[in-house]
């Protein structure tokens, strides 16, 4: 299955646009609840004014809040990223670090975004859980776990380790242009022998086809 998506989405990336681990680990931050796309639309102003973890760890609160306003919830990610760059400055002397346990130490930070940064800013392997993973490995039959950490060690031990970072690109991928939440396009699907939720969404082809997202998603 994972050969099929890496044929199918053979350019798979991260989609939040970043030129440093410290601007991927705050894009990744205020991705929660919202879109990669309206991301990538605010963090251009954002790294304008505050390129640096000392810049962000010293921001007025109200100003940052209103310039994340497009993000949604943007009270609690603007304390977030305010806190997790002093934590930078203070901590790692202005370096975003480079292993899970550090970046899952940091406020606002969890499993996925450190996963996040990992594989995409320091090459290092990581799992990415997030809603369309979850909902693609359960529907795979990767894993019958609800809980993000489970998920991430079920799928783990299935794949070697160098296939971690692509395979969550794949699936996220996957699960924005075709197997949406609802209704997804089983008919169209490359997946469809395989899959053992096929028939989820609708199986006519040209119906299915009506159902695929072509993106940009960033």
Known sequence: MNRILAETYPDAHCELTFESPFQLLIATVLSAQTTDKRV?????????????PDDLAAANPDELEE?????????NKAKAI???SAAIRDRFG????GR???????PGVGRKTANVVLGN???VPGITVDTHFQRLARRFG???QTDPDKIERDVG????????????HHLIWHGRRICHAQRPACGACPLAVLCPSFGTGPVDEARARKLVRTGPFS
């Open 121 to 123: 800013a320091f090459g």
């Open 100 to 106: 899970l346990a550090d970046l899952d130490a940091l």
């Open 142 to 144: 990767w894993t019958t």
């Open 67 to 75: 310039m994340l306003k497009p993000t949604g919830f943007y009270r």
């Open 82 to 84: 305010i806190g997790l």
């Open 94 to 97: 202005g370096q975003v670090p």
């Open 157 to 168: 031990a299935l794949f070697p380790k160098s296939d971690w970072t692509l395979l969550s």
């Open 40 to 52: 990538n639309l605010t963090t251009p102003t954002l790294f304008a004014k505050y390129p640096t």
